[in-house]
């Protein structure tokens, strides 16, 4: 738990979010400004600023975040028409919120990498 921290927030009920999935881990949250029909969310319990800031003792974790994603894409029916996961850190990575989060963006085809 990070104090001002968005997502912590979030994970703590304290700001609303549309919820998709939550475990003891990870939890998954539609996101506010959508890029793409499915725009999703997935963040670690864990407060980690982003992915400099993760160690080894991380590395199940955030492995898990990636399964969670693939299990997100399927219940959204996208698995098979294809989506993309991104992980941004940093100013140039164009990261905004500084808790460790993945997108998950499917629904429409997807074109430049920015
Ligand atoms: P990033 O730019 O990679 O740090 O991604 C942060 C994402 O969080 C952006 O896509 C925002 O639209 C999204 N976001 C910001 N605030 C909220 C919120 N309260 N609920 C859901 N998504 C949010
Ligand atoms: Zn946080």
């Keep these: ?3 001002d921290c968005l997502f912590c927030k979030i994970i703590n009920k304290e700001i609303p979010a549309d919820i998709v999935y939550e475990d003891d881990k990870v ?3 539609r996101d506010i400004n959508p890029q793409a029909p499915i725009h999703t969310l997935i963040i670690p319990h864990r407060h980690i600023n982003n992915l400099n800031e993760a160690n080894a ?4 974790l ?9 299990q ?6 996208v698995d098979e028409s294809g ?15 500084f808790h460790i989060h993945i ?7 997807l074109t430049h990498l920015g």
Excluded: P
């Design 83 to 97: 989506y993309r996961l991104v992980m941004n850190c940093n100013e140039q990575g164009g990261q905004t919120v």
């Design 1 to 3: 738990m990070s104090e």
């Design 27 to 29: 939890l998954a949250f």
């Design 103 to 109: 997108h998950i963006l499917g629904g429409r085809q």
């Design 72 to 77: 997100i894409a399927k219940d959204n029916g």
């Design 57 to 60: 003792d991380d590395q199940e």
């Design 62 to 70: 955030l492995g898990y975040m990636v399964l969670v994603a693939a």
